[in-house]
């Protein structure tokens, strides 16, 4: 323990003495806050824009329309149907709704299908939330409706006596309706993470695009600083240091020990770097769940174990400088990271699941828009575990190997 506590001690020092590290712990924070700052860094969107096209025209469907539009953290635009398609696929608003034509008829005879009909920009992420919000209102009517009609039903099969003044149909509609106030049948509590608590909040939020984006990039900067500080390999058997350790048992794993530790404790810097940078200047934190901690901790370890791969397939330190922006910018590519908020599907997932980006940001959305099973965040954790102990164990026997000959 003693001999890796040296060599993380001697490697720090070294690269602490390198310019090429100073000026990239400085540019990448700098970077990140750029981005940040261009995609509107942190700010919450209290007010989420939502497009309803009222086909139907009908009493039923303006009162739909009205008691969406009255919820608290949204805005209804009316518009019509072409104008809810063209604000969607601009990303002008989070969710449209187009109610259809006949909705009051289908109401009437307690007919709810293909009613209304949905539709989001692949970048939403609260469009399940805006969807439960106008389907209980429409559930709403239909529920007072069917009462309504079951109580008429049954006052004729029994030959019952009708109110003397008023429309029986009409006095169960409003008594039933009456029953969702002053508070509904069902609530949603809404909560937040702040710091290490978690409030309750009176509106609707959306996860910010600009947060996951800033996770993408962070993801990006980790591996190309791993990767161009990996080239320590490349110069230690270069120089023969690496073919005189061999001549001492049990050392050689203790250096390449020593010298993983101080990658994971420099990237663990970078990280931290970032997250206080949010926060002093968007007062938002960057990694607010202990499970996101162990999943930057996983993927670090990761691309530790990729960058060593590098190192070893390498054969020298111009090839891996000049290869290692490609491959972080490849696989950063390939991973999602450059687009981080928006849902990936068929072969791009397929694809995106093949390097340690992937599964970082999968386990990142279900955290961020808390809708995850601690099961899935740690089925992610130990495929990056298991990706990087597989990648450290080749790049060991390939150095033992190198060394050696």
């Not at 696929?89 to 289908?106: C, H, L, M, P, S």
């Not at 919000?133 to 069917?146: D, H, I, K, P, Y």
């Amino acid at each position: 323990m003693y001999a890796i506590l040296q060599v993380l001690k001697l490697r720090l020092q070294l690269i602490l003495r390198d310019r090429m590290f100073l000026l990239l712990l400085v540019l990448f924070p700098f970077v990140f806050v750029f981005i940040l700052n261009a995609t509107q860094s942190f700010q919450k969107q209290p007010i989420i824009p939502v497009a309803v096209a009222d086909e139907d025209r009908s009493s039923y469907s303006k009162l739909v329309v009205d008691r969406f539009a009255a919820k608290e953290g949204i805005r209804v635009l009316r518009v019509s149907r072409e104008e809810a398609y063209r604000l969607t696929e601009n990303y002008r608003v989070e969710a449209a709704f187009v109610i259809k034509e006949g909705f009051q008829d289908a109401i009437m005879d307690e007919e709810m299908d293909k009613t209304v009909e949905m539709l989001k920009n692949p970048g939403s992420l609260s469009y399940g939330i805006l969807g439960e919000m106008l389907g209980s209102e429409v559930m709403r009517l239909s529920a007072n409706t069917g009462a309504a009609n079951k109580t008429e039903r049954l006052y004729q099969l029994y030959g019952l006596k009708q109110p003397a003044t008023g429309s029986l149909w009409e006095r169960v509609w409003n008594y039933a309706d009456s029953q969702w106030e002053p508070k509904p049948l069902m609530t949603i509590d809404y909560k937040e993470m702040s710091g290490n608590d978690v409030q309750t909040v009176n509106r609707v939020t959306n996860v910010s695009n600009a947060m996951m984006t800033g996770m993408g990039m962070l993801l990006v900067f980790v591996l190309l600083f791993v990767t161009l500080h990996s080239r320590w390999l490349l110069e230690e058997r270069d120089n023969g240091t690496l073919k005189r350790i061999m001549s001492t048992p049990g050392v050689l794993w203790k250096f390449y020990v020593g010298n993983i530790a101080a990658l994971g404790l420099l990237s663990l810097v970078l990280v931290c770097i970032c997250a206080v940078l949010a926060r002093l200047l968007f007062s938002a934190s960057l990694v607010f769940h202990p499970l996101q901690y162990a999943l930057l901790g996983a993927y670090t370890y990761a691309v530790i174990g990729l960058g060593m791969f590098f190192s070893a397939i390498f054969k020298t330190s111009r090839q891996l400088e000049t290869g290692a922006p490609l491959l972080a910018l490849l696989t950063g590519f390939v991973g999602g990271c450059f687009w981080p908020f928006l849902p990936l599907s068929g072969f791009s997932e397929m694809l995106a699941l093949c390097t340690p980006q992937g599964w970082t940001l999968a386990g990142m959305k279900l955290l961020i828009s808390n809708d995850y099973e601690l099961a899935d965040i740690l089925q992610n954790i130990l495929i990056l575990a298991g990706f990087g102990t597989a990648l450290f164990a080749y790049s060991f026997y390939r150095i033992r190997r190198q060394a050696a000959s």
